[in-house]
């Protein structure tokens, strides 16, 4: 059965091999994440982000990394879903789903009035599970990126 929790600092080394696993999925190398990093993005006094885990029990099986974005419409405050990743061994069995349940609930938590998120366009298996969660891509964003 699949538990959904927010990390805690206990969470830091298998966060950092996921990282390193979502790393790969997108094309690179499979380096594990810097634990440093990780502790200051999600448990200093002003996280970056709230990571949710997918649990079967001691095991791991995904993860949710969302942030706060304002303003949304108005003065409205969204939730920004950054990353959702599930392990290659936990897929298709419904933890995408529960981890997708999971932000929605939090956004409701924190009062946010949508949540937001990009999928790659080359990536069919995510593009599908939206799909199928009776999402619909919306038209009329471009995504810009630079380095700081």
Not at 56 to 85: H, I, M, N, Q
Not at 105 to 123: F, H, I, K, M, T
């Amino acid at each position: 059965m699949v538990e959904i929790s927010k990390a805690t600092t206990a969470d830091v080394e298998v966060i950092s091999v996921i990282l390193g696993e979502v790393e790969e999925y997108y094309g690179g190398e499979n380096t594990p994440g810097d634990p440093d990093q990780i502790r200051a993005a999600l448990f200093s006094e002003q996280p970056a982000a709230t990571l949710l885990l997918a649990r079967d029990g001691d095991d791991v099986l995904g993860l949710a990394s969302t942030c706060r974005l304002w303003p949304a419409a108005g003065a409205d405050t969204s939730l920004f879903l950054k990353e959702l990743y599930v392990r290659e061994a936990a897929r298709r069995r419904g933890v995408a789903r529960a981890l997708m349940d999971a932000v929605r609930e939090e956004a409701l938590r924190l009062s946010c009035s949508r949540v937001e998120w990009q999928a790659d366009a080359d990536n069919p298996p995510a593009l599908a599970l939206y799909e199928a969660l009776g999402f619909e891509p919306h038209d009329g964003k471009v995504f810009f990126r630079t380095t700081a």
